[in-house]
């Protein structure tokens, strides 16, 4: 959600100077391929590009022809086979062994559900959404209806005209919120259309708290990825804003207080690295009932163990369901020393369990990078 973000807020930086703008999506990818179907980038008249579609191979390419749609205001989609010699000569060297399909398409800022104000919708709502792209493969010149729907808090927005085909693709769309994964689709009505039915979630977001100098590499790195920050530390000399520049919210609370001032949910991990074991284990005793999917605790096994049996002693139960959710020691072993270093692997392990991966080497993947899970 990091690049949607990011394209919104250039488009809205283009709107202030007046400049014409054009997104291009990858809509489709057969084979391998630096970014996958729903990698994004917005270029402006004057050059400008946000985002990206590829390792930098295929920008330049795209630049050229995005503006040539937005001087015929009219979308264009272009193919990159990665395994035909003219894309060596044209300089598009992918080395990916596949083929990818992308759609250059105008914004129409007169247009309420224009693709990027589809996107907007998207990041304004904490909550999964899907977002529907419609392209024809066997008719290019046909009309591409391109960014053409979105599904969000129960409303559907679209600036589709064909109500039949607006239903089908909201049924679709409906489905996919079901099984949590993206999906492409063939539709047919005068024109033979694949939708690239999109399963988008938000960005993470990441409570962290303790507001010591450890803190700050670990908020600047979950700031690069474009997560959501936010600092929490019952010392109010410590949890400053100046200190911590890069943080969405900093809130000095007592551990009773902590989670009044917030809204977790099955995106939000905490990481308790404030090495006060007494504020530590009041706020852990909150946090286990609520099954969040994922509490790092910061420090040796030891000092989590003692936590988890003083608990208990108290009465808490705490199930093996609860705990499959708390990493003490908290990161992935990647042989960390400084706070630069466990940062590191700390977003690593956020990153690797909200994606329900392992978090090994992908030299050890017996199958392709973005093969799903099993």
């Known amino acids: 959600m990091k690049e949607i973000n990011d394209i919104?807020?250039?488009?809205?930086?283009?709107?202030?100077?007046?400049?014409?703008?054009?997104?291009?999506?990858?809509?489709?990818?057969?084979?391998?391929?630096?970014?996958?179907?729903?990698?994004?980038?917005?270029?402006?008249?004057n050059g400008q590009l946000t985002g990206a579609i590829s390792g930098g191979c295929l920008e330049g390419d795209a630049l050229r022809k995005a503006r040539l749609v937005m001087a015929q205001q009219k979308p264009m989609l272009v193919t990159y086979d990665t395994m035909d010699d003219d894309d060596a000569k044209l300089g598009v060297g992918l080395?990916?062994?596949?083929?990818?399909?992308?759609?250059?398409?105008?914004i129409h800022p007169d247009n309420e559900n224009n693709s990027i104000q589809l996107l907007s919708i998207a990041l304004?709502?904490?909550?999964?959404t899907v977002l529907i792209t419609l392209f024809s493969l066997k008719n290019r010149k046909a009309e591409q209806p391109g960014t053409c729907l979105l599904i969000a808090?129960?409303?559907?927005y679209s600036p589709l005209k064909d109500l039949d085909l607006k239903t089908t693709l909201s049924t679709d769309g409906l489905q996919v919120f079901q099984t949590g994964q993206s999906a492409t689709k063939t539709?047919?009505?005068?024109?033979?259309?694949?939708?690239?039915?999109?399963?988008?979630?938000?960005?993470?977001?990441?409570?962290?708290?303790?507001?010591?100098?450890?803190?700050?590499?670990?908020?600047?790195?979950?700031?690069?990825?474009g997560w959501e920050v936010t600092i929490i530390d019952g010392r109010a000399n410590y949890a400053q804003v100046d200190r911590f520049p890069d943080a969405n919210r900093v809130i000095t609370a007592k551990p009773e207080q902590v989670l009044t001032q917030l809204t977790p949910d099955e995106r939000t991990a905490f990481v308790l690295m404030t090495h006060n074991y007494n504020y530590e284990i009041a706020l852990l005793k909150q946090l286990l009932?609520?099954?969040?999917?994922?509490?790092?605790?910061?420090g040796p096994k030891k000092k989590l163990d003692r936590m988890l049996g003083e608990l208990e002693d108290e009465g808490l139960t705490i199930t093996a369901e609860q705990l499959q959710n708390v990493y003490g020691p908290v990161g992935l072993d990647i042989g960390s020393e400084s706070p630069e270093e466990i940062a590191l692997s700390i977003v690593a392990e956020i990153k690797a369990v909200l994606s329900s991966r392992k978090g090994y080497s992908l030299k050890q993947k017996a199958v392709a990078i973005h093969a799903p899970e099993v």
């Open 8 to 45: 919104v807020t250039a488009y809205k930086q283009a709107q202030k100077q007046g400049m014409q703008t054009a997104l291009a999506t990858v809509v489709l990818v057969e084979g391998s391929s630096y970014r996958r179907a729903g990698a994004r980038m917005l270029i402006t008249e």
């Open 95 to 106: 080395g990916c062994n596949g083929i990818i399909h992308i759609l250059i398409e105008p």
């Open 124 to 128: 304004s709502k904490r909550q999964n």
């Open 153 to 156: 808090d129960g409303a559907v």
């Open 187 to 225: 539709y047919f009505t005068d024109v033979e259309y694949i939708g690239f039915v999109e399963y988008l979630k938000p960005v993470i977001s990441i409570v962290i708290v303790g507001a010591g100098n450890d803190a700050i590499p670990l908020t600047k790195m979950a700031n690069v990825l």
């Open 289 to 298: 009932p609520l099954q969040l999917s994922y509490i790092g605790m910061l």
